[in-house]
Nanobody
């Protein structure tokens, strides 16, 4: 059984930093591309960042590029999202997701198979 568990969310002031973690069990982590998504209240889920199975390639949505950094530790089955210079508009529930099929756009949530329950990030102004 695959388990996906996010952690590291919390309340932070604008300009601050947080580091999200996502630990996965029950699958061969190094064979899956991994994405971070977020969903703010009343809005659709959006892709934030993506990293290929090897970790060699990363993607970011425009609004976080230069502030967020995605990484992974395959031996530890863990995905990270370092978030710096946080803004109130970054407030959302953050989810990590895994996909085995590398076709399709990385920000298309339909291409992901396994999802966590999310961790809340709240940025105060």
């Amino acid at each position: 059984q695959v388990q996906v568990v996010e952690s590291g969310g919390g309340l932070v002031q604008a300009g601050g930093s947080l580091r999200l973690s996502c630990t996965i069990s029950g699958l061969t982590f190094g064979s899956f591309g991994m994405g971070w998504f977020r969903q703010a209240e009343g809005k659709e889920r959006e892709g934030v960042s993506y990293i290929t199975a090897s970790g060699r390639t990363t993607e970011y949505t425009d609004s976080v590029r230069g502030r967020f950094s995605i990484s992974r530790d395959n031996p530890k089955n863990t995905l990270y999202l370092q978030m710096n210079t946080l803004k109130p508009e970054d407030t959302a529930m953050y989810f990590c997701a895994a996909r085995r099929n590398f076709g399709g756009y990385w920000y298309d949530s339909n291409t992901y198979t396994f999802w966590g329950q999310g961790t809340q990030v709240t940025v105060s102004s």
